[in-house]
């Protein structure tokens, strides 16, 4: 949409990539040839755009998650790609068949759900319509294999099936923000040391406030109680509004429930890391210090006491 935003997308994918080169999942080689495939393009661009897509045989959209939007951006798209194009859309929650039904070949259009961040979440769901081709299907379900996801085929039901158990978790979480006080580090950290990959409040930066709180309102709608916390605080979209009037979207804003840096790091993560590295550093070497007086002092006692039977002895 914005002559900035496509930049900043592949500044994002190098600095993605880089980061696997050093830690030695891919090659440096590999990193330069996925970063010089990317063409960012934007809808400034003289109807260039149009020329690309045109040959594509797999088109992914992933505008904000407004129905209207995206049933416009479908029709668009079916305007210039080809008759055996697949129609892909990311969304978190909204009906798949909603979405297709403004399509003029609905069979073509499929769900293809990445889970934030992507380039370190493996999951990818499949979202078929009742009318989707299984051959749809069976494309949407092979690129994503050789993208290394583990994709799994679900139904077009409300929050499909991540969303569906990820709903009430989240409105838990914000619950315990707003009703309860509860830290959102104190909380990121405890679920990190139940062994979960990132915390809820993470999360919904890394996703944004905003994305969250369509797809709370949503699943508050169809899955009802489901959604509401069970120590009080309902679904947590009263939270979740006051944190959006307030400007905080998370990452994307530069900030949300935590503040993040021009390079979408957290702001203060790495200062505290360092500390907590010089902290243990520090311990270490006291214990260190410690055992070699010991040490020290037992040699000593040692030689003493040698020293005092020889003075006997005389």
Known sequence: ???????????????????????????????????????????????RWREHVRRADVVIEAVFED?????RV????????????????????LPIRDIAAAAAHPERVVAMHYFSPVPKMPLLEIVPTERTARD?????????????????????????FVNRCLGPYMSESMALLGAHGVAPRELDDAMLDFGFPVGPIALCDEVGVDVAA?????????????MQSGGGG?????????????????????AGFYMYDDGGAAAGKKKQKKAEKKAAKKAADG????ADKKKGGAKSGGKSGGKSKDNKAG
Do not use: W
Request: net charge positive; proline share 2%.
């Open 1 to 47: 949409r914005r002559r900035s935003s496509a930049p900043r997308g592949v500044a994002a994918v190098a600095r993605d990539t880089a980061a696997a080169v050093k830690r030695r999942r891919t090659t440096a080689f590999e990193q330069a040839r996925h970063v010089s495939r990317i063409v960012p393009l934007h809808e400034d661009a003289a109807g």
């Open 67 to 71: 129905l209207a939007l995206k049933r």
């Open 74 to 93: 479908v029709q668009e798209l079916e305007a210039v790609v080809s008759e055996r194009c697949v129609i892909a859309t990311n969304t978190s929650a």
């Open 136 to 160: 749809v299907c069976a494309t949407a379900f092979e690129l994503g294999a050789r993208q290394g996801k583990t994709a799994i085929v679900v139904q077009d039901v409300p929050g499909f």
């Open 214 to 226: 369509n797809v709370n309102a949503f699943l508050a709608e169809h899955l009802g109680v489901r």
């Open 234 to 254: 309902g679904s947590g979209a009263d939270f979740l509004r006051a944190m959006l009037d307030n400007g905080f979207k998370g990452r994307k804003s530069g």
């Open 287 to 290: 214990k260190s210090k410690k």
